[in-house]
């Protein structure tokens, strides 16, 4: 699925608008201003911020539609900002395996990890299975490293360095980047230096052990991650993506 093909937009993109429907009492009744779910839904010390809509459909059902992903992301965001202008929107590709069965909407679920989607299907998956293998897992969809078999103790953030290696294997990452996208949010005063990234690229190869040199350096540049024979990859139900509308 190209980045190209999805952010491309016809000279005229569609807009979904709400079909008008004859109107109940119950809809005409004044709605309270300060109405909310009911509090027996909601985890205590939680509150509803927005919402997520997973929408299963590739990109050859959309042509059939006469449409394609980038015009539905369009019209739906075109839709939002009418209905409410001051809602904040991301939107981002699922990419899942190449034949991966079972409805859309569920393969779109898994793809972008939501967390009960995950939830049901973990029951099926062998949890010792690469504990059986020597080298080193670096397993994407369960947040851990496997190294001969046995869990190493990553901080969260080694993890998320070794992870954004990984995803981008082959290619050099420059230590302004790396700070960039790991440390986003941040104010100024808070964000590390890129002697600090040395420093977590260090502790990463430490725990790597004899397998420290899957991270490389390219001197002067930064960082890469370099696959051999003995490291695995395990994305789980469907591939992290950086892809963005």
């Known amino acids: ?49 927005g919402f997520a809509l997973y929408v299963g459909i590739d990109e050859a059902k959309a042509a059939a539609s006469g449409v394609s992903l980038g015009v539905l992301v369009d019209a739906l965001r075109r839709t939002l900002a009418e209905l409410a202008p001051d809602a904040e929107t991301y939107a981002t590709v699922a990419l899942a395996p190449v034949g991966a069965g079972g409805r859309d909407v569920d393969v779109v679920r898994l793809a972008l990890h939501e967390p009960s989607a995950i939830a049901r299907t973990k029951q099926d998956e062998p949890e010792d299975e690469d504990r059986l293998h020597g080298g080193v897992v670096v397993d994407i969809s369960r947040k851990r490293v496997l190294i001969d078999g046995e869990s190493a103790a990553f901080t969260f953030k ?3 360095l070794l992870q954004y290696l990984v995803l981008r294997e082959g290619r050099t990452i420059e230590r302004t980047e790396l700070v960039g996208s790991l440390w986003q949010g941040v104010t100024e005063d808070e964000s590390p230096g890129e002697r600090t990234i040395d420093v977590h690229v260090r502790r990463l190869r430490a725990k790597l052990g004899r397998y ?23 994305y789980g139900h469907g591939t992290p993506s950086p892809d963005r509308f």
């Open 1 to 49: 699925m190209s980045n190209t093909a999805l952010l491309e937009r016809p000279a005229a993109a569609r807009h979904l608008r709400a079909v008008p429907t004859a109107p109940t009492a119950e809809a005409l009744a004044p709605a309270p201003v300060d109405a909310a779910p009911s509090p027996r839904h909601l985890p205590p010390g939680t509150a509803p911020r």
């Open 158 to 160: 080694e993890f998320e």
């Open 212 to 234: 420290e040199d899957i991270v490389r350096t390219v001197r002067g540049v930064g960082y890469r991650f370099d696959r051999h024979a003995d490291v695995s990859i395990r």
